[in-house]
């Protein structure tokens, strides 16, 4: 599997998202959703998910958090910075959800799109003592039950493309795609010509175009 940045950086990087959403929430009263939104709108989120120092280990939560804040135009003149922070409930969501992002290689906003930060957050009574990778698995299920269309179908059906003409733009055969879509067969197998073909038609990124609960492919 192939991770935006090295994995001696990801503790940092659960930390910092984890005393983000605690300080966004406990301190500023900002809800998490709204605070990730913050986080993808600034452009923040992009910064994070490619693993820039600044972001993933460069400044404490608080700052990465005052920092979002004032990218989305909040004034913070009366807001100290926390020094020491408890696990709470929000602490572990962004932990969690940090973690999530690096191991399964979707950004923040396709994340979003599946899953809130409430739905996470509500998991703490039951997931916060059990192993990151375990935590993954319960929200790949969760994901999952939701029974959501694949993510090439969602990106099909916005570019306003039948699967007849998205064959011909790509060359991709149309029962292939068909195959895709219905998760008869595994995208995240698919050779990367075909990805990288499917993907041009749709501008977008092949990641875009993987589905959550098996790891991304090398390409």
Same mark, same amino acid.
């Given at each position: 599997?192939?991770?935006?940045?090295?994995?001696?950086?990801?503790?940092?990087?659960?930390?910092?998202?984890?005393?983000?959403?605690?300080?966004?929430?406990? $301190?500023?009263?900002?809800?998490?959703?709204?605070?990730?939104?913050?986080? /993808?709108?600034?452009?923040?989120?992009?910064?994070?998910?490619?693993?820039?120092?600044?972001?993933?280990?460069?400044?404490?939560?608080?700052?990465?958090?005052?920092?979002?804040?004032?990218?989305?135009? /909040?004034?913070?003149?009366?807001?100290?910075?926390?020094?020491?922070?408890?696990?709470?409930?929000?602490?572990?969501?962004?932990?969690? $959800?940090?973690?999530?992002?690096?191991?399964?290689?979707?950004?923040?906003?396709?994340?979003?799109?599946?899953?809130?930060?409430?739905? /996470?957050?509500?998991?703490?009574?039951?997931?916060?003592?059990?192993?990151?990778?375990?935590?993954?698995?319960?929200?790949?299920?969760?994901?999952?039950?939701?029974?959501?269309?694949?993510?090439?179908?969602?990106?099909?059906?916005?570019?306003?493309?039948?699967?007849?003409?998205?064959?011909?733009?790509?060359?991709?055969?149309?029962?292939?795609?068909?195959?895709?879509?219905?998760?008869?067969?595994?995208?995240?197998?698919?050779?990367?010509?075909?990805? @990288?073909?499917?993907?041009?038609?749709?501008?977008? @990124? /092949?990641?875009?175009?993987?589905?959550?609960?098996?790891?991304?492919?090398?390409?």
């Amino acid at each position: 599997m192939i991770h935006a940045y090295d994995e001696q950086y990801l503790s940092d990087a659960m930390h910092n998202l984890g005393e983000a959403f605690d300080f966004a929430r406990n $301190v500023c009263r900002i809800e998490l959703d709204t605070f990730l939104s913050m986080m /993808i709108s600034s452009g923040v989120a992009t910064l994070f998910e490619q693993g820039t120092p600044k972001y993933v280990s460069g400044m404490s939560g608080t700052e990465f958090a005052m920092g979002v804040m004032q990218k989305s135009g /909040i004034e913070l003149n009366h807001v100290s910075a926390q020094v020491e922070y408890d696990c709470s409930p929000e602490y572990w969501t962004g932990w969690i $959800v940090a973690y999530f992002q690096w191991y399964t290689g979707r950004s923040f906003q396709s994340i979003r799109e599946v899953l809130s930060m409430q739905e /996470i957050l509500r998991l703490y009574p039951t997931l916060h003592e059990v192993s990151e990778d375990r935590a993954v698995d319960t929200l790949n299920s969760i994901i999952r039950k939701k029974a959501l269309p694949t993510r090439l179908q969602a990106r099909r059906k916005n570019c306003k493309l039948t699967q007849r003409k998205m064959s011909e733009l790509s060359g991709v055969n149309i029962r292939t795609i068909q195959q895709y879509e219905g998760r008869s067969k595994d995208i995240n197998k698919a050779a990367g010509a075909t990805l @990288r073909s499917l993907a041009q038609v749709l501008s977008c @990124r /092949i990641e875009d175009l993987l589905e959550y609960d098996t790891p991304a492919v090398r390409l």
